[in-house]
């Protein structure tokens, strides 16, 4: 733990996440907070996935709102995924699996095995966010998307959608040439269970040093 110098405790109260005219979840706000006064993402850009609301906010490295969108998420509600379900055929993956796993992850873009590109959040487990697919046609997808309640917003084997116009005009352009931290809240258990996070208003009299950021892949 890094000692604060003289005089730099208030600033460091005043570290916050800038959402602009943006309404988030008190969840997503907490963590959005804790990231940008804690420096937890390390001098990268960031995502916050809100499962609860079927939203993923787009941050830029300094806390500063770039765009939010709707998304639509795994069937199964749930914050783990099963073991081996990266390596398992799609066929064989039950509806009760096919959750959107919680946590903390280093995201970078690259392409599927058709060269289409996306955001891996998860590669082990096969979890990315990408444009909106068309599905079968009676998942509706795009439908789901722009209806106004989130109650239609699980329909995926656990990646995450999102509309076309926000992925290439925010979320390719935000990845592109460098890592980012997404977080994916939890609907199952609590947010700072999840990441240890605190109240920027609890905050202690001592904050973490970052380590360096890796470099982008």
Not at 41 to 51: A, R, S
Not at 86 to 96: C, D, H
Not at 109 to 132: C, N
Not at 207 to 215: C, I, L, M, N, Y
């Amino acid at each position: 733990m890094a000692n604060l110098p003289a005089g730099s405790l208030a600033s460091s109260h005043s570290r916050r996440a800038h959402f602009g005219q943006e309404r988030a979840s008190p969840e997503a706000s907490h963590i959005a907070d804790w990231v940008v006064h804690s420096g937890d993402n390390q001098g990268m850009p960031f995502m916050i996935v809100d499962k609860v609301h079927a939203k993923v906010l787009m941050f830029n490295a300094d806390g500063r709102l770039q765009a939010a969108a709707p998304a639509l998420l795994g069937l199964a509600r749930g914050d783990d995924s099963v073991p081996g379900i990266g390596e398992r055929k799609m066929s064989t993956i039950r509806p009760e699996e096919r959750t959107t796993p919680a946590g903390r992850f280093v995201a970078s873009l690259a392409p599927d095995i058709h060269g289409e590109e996306m955001l891996w959040v998860d590669y082990d487990t096969a979890i990315s966010l990408h444009r909106v697919v068309k599905g079968k046609p009676s998942e509706q997808r795009a439908q789901r998307l722009n209806s106004a309640t989130t109650d239609d917003n699980r329909v995926s084997y656990g990646c995450i959608n999102v509309p076309v116009n926000f992925y290439e005009k925010v979320v390719s352009p935000a990845f592109t040439g460098t890592n980012g931290i997404v977080y994916v809240l939890p609907e199952t258990r609590s947010a700072r269970d999840v990441f240890g996070s605190y109240d920027i208003t609890d905050a202690p009299a001592t904050v973490a040093s970052s380590p360096a950021a890796p470099s982008a892949q």
